[in-house]
């Protein structure tokens, strides 16, 4: 059951919540007869590998939804089953964050990271979605860790501010320890209105984390070729930026 052997903090934390979901296995039962769904699995164990396996999409939305409807019955149990559930996704944003940051404190980084997640399940946003719940955590958990280390690493001036190096990086694929300035320039650019939130995102997306974009299609029922083309249109305007700063960036 836990993430691995790495000894990462994370991973002490996994022990612990596990335990402690062993400790109150007199509410497994309850919380696994709220619906029809929940109660297709014989533990709360094998519920947690179940949402684990899935990917972050329509399939894992009935389970979570009860899950969240749930937290009104045992609202610690239940949260730190929804923890679990993340737990491998921010395993590995921590540890990419680790690589780009690597001024940052390994401790700082799992705190804060589980402080967003904590944050945003109980958030409004998440508690008025009615669809994609996993998708749109691990998004949002994504965005506001490597936001936190932007800023983290810009305060401690190990952030490089050449726009022509920063917009190669983006339009060639680059080695890991330079996106962490292409999303400086980026975040430059959101706060000064040159590019909106949902541009930011289909450039991490698909630019910074690799994705085939299949979630963000799914999401919102857009072509993958019509967000290429949205992408290539972004890709030239930031090309601009780069050429003419004094435009804004």
Request: hydrophobic letters at 40%; proline letters at 4%; glycine letters at 4%.
């Amino acid at each position: 059951m836990p993430l691995g052997a790495c000894n990462c903090t994370l991973c002490h934390i996994e022990e612990r919540l596990l335990t402690d979901l062993a400790l109150t296995e007199s509410n497994v039962f309850e919380l696994l007869s709220v619906s029809n769904h929940l109660r297709q699995f014989p533990s709360v164990g094998a519920l947690l590998l179940h949402l684990r396996a899935l990917p972050a999409a329509t399939k894992s939305d009935e389970l979570l939804r009860e899950l969240f409807a749930a937290r009104a019955i045992h609202p610690v149990f239940t949260e730190s089953l929804l923890v679990l559930v993340f737990l491998p996704m921010l395993h590995g944003t921590i540890r990419r964050v680790e690589r780009q940051q690597p001024g940052l404190l390994a401790e700082d980084i799992t705190q804060q990271t589980l402080s967003f997640l904590l944050q945003f399940l109980r958030s409004d946003e998440l508690r008025t979605r009615q669809s994609h719940f996993a998708f749109a955590i691990s998004r949002a958990v994504k965005r506001q860790v490597f936001e936190w280390a932007n800023r983290e690493g810009a305060r401690n001036g190990t952030l490089d501010h050449d726009t022509g190096q920063i917009v190669a990086a983006l339009v060639v694929e680059e080695p890991m320890e330079r996106h962490i300035l292409l999303r400086h320039f980026l975040y430059r650019c959101v706060s000064k209105g040159l590019i909106t939130d949902p541009e930011l995102d289909l450039l991490i997306q698909f630019k910074l984390e690799g994705s085939t974009g299949e979630d963000l299609c799914a999401s919102n029922g857009t072509s993958s070729n019509a967000l290429r083309q949205r992408l290539k249109r972004l890709l030239a305007k930031l090309r601009r930026l780069a050429q003419y700063p004094s435009n804004g960036c």
